[in-house]
Each structure stands twice: as C-alpha cells, then as structure tokens.
C-alpha cells in the first residue's frame, strides 16, 4: 500500500492522475491537495506522512524544487514523483539532483507511471513492512465504554503520535464504533469483507475501510448478531495476518461476547483490555472474564484492567475493586458524560471534540502506558556523567 500524495494546480489533471493510479493496479491511499511545487511547505504535515509526493505542476522550472529537496531531506522514506508537460533536459537534471527519480510527463504514459509505482510500492515493501501490536477491547458488561474507549484511543495514536491506526469494529451485538467517529455510512462492513474474502489484499482492503483520519481507518462491525453469525474465525485470521503488515496499531473492539470468533482475537492480540466500572454488577463479571482468561491460558500480563468513569466516592474504590479481581488496574479514567455525549452527537472523536479535557488527557497517558515511547539517551546526558573524566587512566610518574 502506497501512502500517496498529490498536490496538483489543476482541478482538471488532479482526477485523471488519480484513475491512472488506479488503473496501474498498484495498492494505494491517495490524498489529493490543491497547490504546486512553490507551496509545499504549507503542506509540510501531509507530507511527512505520505510514501509518495506527486507534484503535479504545469509551471515547473528547477528553481522550485527547492521545496522538493527539502520535503525529501525531511521525511527520508519520502519518494517524489514530478508531472510537468514536455521537462526540459534542465528541469530533469536539477530534479535528478535533489533526489527526484520520476519525472513524468503530461499527458501521463500508462506504462512509464506503473513502472514508478513499482519502483516505489518494492522499496517501500523492502523497507517498511509493519509490524502492527494487537490490542483488544472487551468488556464483561455492557456499557462499560468499551467502544469510546477504543475509538479515542485509536484516534489519539493515530493524530498524537503518528502511527498508523486500524480500529476494527468486532462487536457482534450491534456494532457501532464508527458511528463514534464519522457521520457517514462505512463504505463496507467487517461482514462484507468476509463474504467476498476471497478478494481479500491490500487493495481490495482499502476500499472496505473508513478512511477517519490520515493515519486512522476504521472497519465498521458486521451491524447486528445475525450478520455477526456468518463470520468466521479463519476470516478474522487472515484479515489481522494482512493487516498487522500494513497499520502500526490494530485495535479490536471486542465487546462483551466472548465465542470462538472472539476467542481467535484475543489469542491473537498482544494485550487485552478489560474495560469495568466500580459498581457490584461488573466485579462480578468482571472476576469470571478473568476466569475465563486464565483457562484460555493468557499470562496476567496479557489483560490490562481499565476503570471507566472513576468516581473517587464510589464504595468499590481501587484498592477493593483490585483486590476483589485479584488484578492490578492499569489505568482509569474519568467520567465525563457532556462531553461523551456531545462527541456522540457530533459523531467526532471525544479526543477532538473535547481536547484538553480530563477525559481526553487521560485517554492520553493509556496511549502512552499502551504504546511507551521509546527511551532516547541523549548524548549530552552521557557526556555530562563523563565530563572530567580523562579517556586514558592517569600515569603514575615514576620517580627517579
Ligand atoms: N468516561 C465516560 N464518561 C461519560 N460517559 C461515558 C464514558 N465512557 C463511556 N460513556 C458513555 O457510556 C455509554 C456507553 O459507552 P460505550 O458505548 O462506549 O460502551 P460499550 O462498553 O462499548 O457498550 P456495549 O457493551 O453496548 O458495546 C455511552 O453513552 C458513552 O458515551
Ligand atoms: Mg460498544
């Protein structure tokens, strides 16, 4: 899958780059901006996430890929492709010297343009495959928050920290975690992927998903027990198998079933969380999901408890709800029901809707107790510990 970028001056040429694109059969995402080749550090942020830039500029000349030698030195995985009618010999070599490898020009050659994205989509595939963490959400009773939680943090990795976000809607009740995030219909559902999985790769994956964010893209759930009924865990196991390959982070909205085909996520997840509240009705199933996950054979340190809408009054306080569970909390959050409710009837992310607030803070730091940035030593850190100290051992003088 190629991340592309098209910043194109003309409204005209813009959808015909595209369908030659798609006609070229090569996987890709593609975004399209208005602009040219003087503009590009407007669209800096766009571009640091793309695979592919293609400029599309009619105005060329070598004086402005400037701006192109500086996007690439700036994102070093970044291929830049040109589109320019008749490049002059000139504009080829400055391109060449910044880096630039495919300057094509208008009207687009059908063989040259896939040949590019082969170039690009094999380097990429050399390079970069992912290695996605899976993450699942369930809950022992409903109502916990599960989906909100899921969706936020999704939305968070995704925005906040730059990854590549897949959130996959595996409720088999009635599924609604896109409802959460976009006020439109999913183009395809987790149940019409799996009833033509045998289309399924890369492409074919793409046009099912909801493209939420440019790092996060939601596969809605199958919409209600009947439709949830036909899917199957070996269609589960070959969708994660691709899609661990493509997304940084894959969370899984489980829900509170707990059948084969949510057992084939949950063996298949890195972590699990386990979404309660402190109420008497969700210690009690909460204590045997916990059951459940010790006889499947999951370490303790595969579930993760996480307490939704924390009232510090609440009789059950932490350490009695730990200590009923016999498990650690991990994390919890806040109750914020204006503002949940609110995101909710935007169909916006709590996380945008409400930024800053206490409940988007806190969905946050579980981003970051889940997905730990890595720990840089800095140099001048080092540098100070050693600072006076001589590289040789000092040398006895020797008396005479
Ligand atoms: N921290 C919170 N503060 C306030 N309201 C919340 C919070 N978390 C969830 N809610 C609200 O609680 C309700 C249930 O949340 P959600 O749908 O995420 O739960 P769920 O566990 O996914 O439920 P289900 O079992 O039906 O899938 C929603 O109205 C949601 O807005
Ligand atoms: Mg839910």
Same mark, same amino acid.
């Given at each position: 899958m190629?991340?592309t970028?098209l $910043? *194109?001056?003309?409204?005209e040429r813009? !959808?015909?780059?595209?369908?030659?694109?798609?006609?070229?059969?090569?996987?890709?995402r593609?975004?399209?901006?208005?602009?040219?080749?003087?503009q590009?550090r407007v669209?800096?942020a766009?571009i +640091?996430?793309?695979?592919?830039l293609?400029?599309?500029?009619a105005?060329?000349?070598p004086?402005?890929?400037s701006?192109?030698e &500086?996007?690439?030195?700036?994102?070093?995985?970044?291929h /830049?492709m040109?589109?320019?009618?008749?490049?002059?010999?000139?504009?080829?070599?400055?391109?060449?010297?910044?880096?630039?490898?495919?300057?094509l *020009?208008w !009207?687009?050659d059908?063989a040259?343009?896939a040949?590019?994205?082969a170039?690009?989509s094999a +380097?990429k595939?050399?390079?970069?495959?992912?290695?996605g963490?899976?993450i699942s =959400?369930?809950? /022992?009773?409903?109502?916990?928050?599960?989906?909100?939680i899921?969706?936020n943090?999704?939305?968070?990795l995704?925005?906040?920290?730059d990854?590549r976000v897949?959130?996959?809607d595996?409720?088999?009740? =009635?599924?609604d975690a896109?409802?959460?995030?976009?006020d439109?219909?999913?183009?395809?559902?987790l149940a019409?992927?799996?009833?033509?999985?045998?289309?399924?790769?890369?492409a074919? =994956?793409?046009?099912?998903? #909801?493209?939420?964010?440019?790092? %996060?893209d939601? %596969?809605?759930?199958?919409?209600?027990?009947?439709? *949830?009924?036909?899917?199957?865990?070996?269609?589960? &196991?070959r969708?994660l198998?691709?899609?661990? &390959?493509q997304?940084d982070?894959?969370l899984i909205?489980?829900g509170?079933?707990?059948?084969p085909?949510?057992i084939?996520?949950?063996?298949?997840?890195?972590s699990? /969380? #386990?979404?309660?509240?402190?109420n008497?009705?969700?210690?009690?199933?909460?204590?045997?999901?916990?059951? $459940?996950?010790?006889?499947l054979g999951?370490?303790?340190?595969?579930?993760? #408890? $996480?307490?939704?809408?924390?009232? +510090?009054?609440a009789? $059950?306080?932490?350490?009695t709800l730990e200590?009923?569970?016999g498990?650690?909390?991990t994390?919890?959050l806040?109750?914020?029901e204006k503002?949940?409710?609110?995101a909710?009837?935007?169909?916006? !992310?709590?996380?945008?809707?409400? +930024?800053?607030?206490?409940?988007?803070?806190?969905?946050a730091q579980?981003?970051?107790?889940?997905w730990?940035r890595?720990?840089?030593?800095r140099?001048?850190?080092?540098?100070?510990? =050693?600072?006076?100290?001589?590289?040789?051992?000092?040398?006895?003088?020797?008396?005479?």
């Amino acid at each position: 899958m190629i991340d592309t970028l098209l $910043i *194109s001056s003309s409204t005209e040429r813009g !959808p015909q780059i595209a369908a030659r694109l798609e006609a070229s059969g090569i996987a890709f995402r593609l975004r399209t901006l208005h602009g040219n080749a003087k503009q590009l550090r407007v669209h800096a942020a766009a571009i +640091k996430n793309a695979d592919l830039l293609i400029i599309d500029d009619a105005e060329l000349t070598p004086r402005e890929l400037s701006g192109v030698e &500086e996007a690439l030195s700036q994102t070093p995985n970044l291929h /830049c492709m040109l589109v320019t009618p008749a490049p002059s010999t000139t504009l080829l070599m400055a391109a060449m010297r910044v880096g630039v490898r495919h300057v094509l *020009s208008w !009207p687009l050659d059908e063989a040259e343009l896939a040949d590019a994205l082969a170039h690009v989509s094999a +380097k990429k595939n050399a390079g970069m495959r992912r290695d996605g963490r899976v993450i699942s =959400f369930t809950s /022992c009773k409903g109502g916990s928050g599960t989906t909100l939680i899921a969706v936020n943090l999704a939305y968070t990795l995704a925005a906040q920290r730059d990854k590549r976000v897949l959130l996959v809607d595996l409720n088999q009740q =009635f599924a609604d975690a896109s409802l959460l995030v976009a006020d439109k219909p999913p183009p395809a559902t987790l149940a019409d992927l799996c009833a033509q999985i045998d289309r399924l790769d890369a492409a074919f =994956f793409e046009a099912c998903v #909801m493209h939420v964010h440019a790092n %996060l893209d939601v %596969l809605a759930g199958a919409g209600d027990p009947v439709k *949830s009924g036909e899917l199957r865990a070996a269609h589960l &196991e070959r969708i994660l198998t691709l899609v661990r &390959e493509q997304y940084d982070a894959v969370l899984i909205d489980v829900g509170q079933n707990i059948n084969p085909l949510a057992i084939h996520a949950l063996d298949h997840s890195d972590s699990i /969380c #386990m979404v309660v509240r402190q109420n008497i009705l969700y210690l009690h199933a909460g204590r045997r999901m916990l059951d $459940i996950f010790k006889e499947l054979g999951y370490p303790a340190s595969k579930v993760r #408890m $996480i307490v939704n809408q924390y009232d +510090k009054n609440a009789r $059950i306080d932490l350490p009695t709800l730990e200590e009923t569970l016999g498990a650690k909390v991990t994390h919890h959050l806040l109750r914020d029901e204006k503002q949940a409710t609110e995101a909710l009837n935007h169909g916006v !992310p709590l996380v945008t809707s409400a +930024k800053g607030g206490a409940l988007a803070q806190g969905i946050a730091q579980l981003a970051e107790v889940l997905w730990p940035r890595p720990v840089v030593v800095r140099k001048n850190v080092l540098g100070r510990l =050693f600072r006076g100290r001589p590289n040789a051992p000092p040398q006895l003088k020797t008396g005479h």
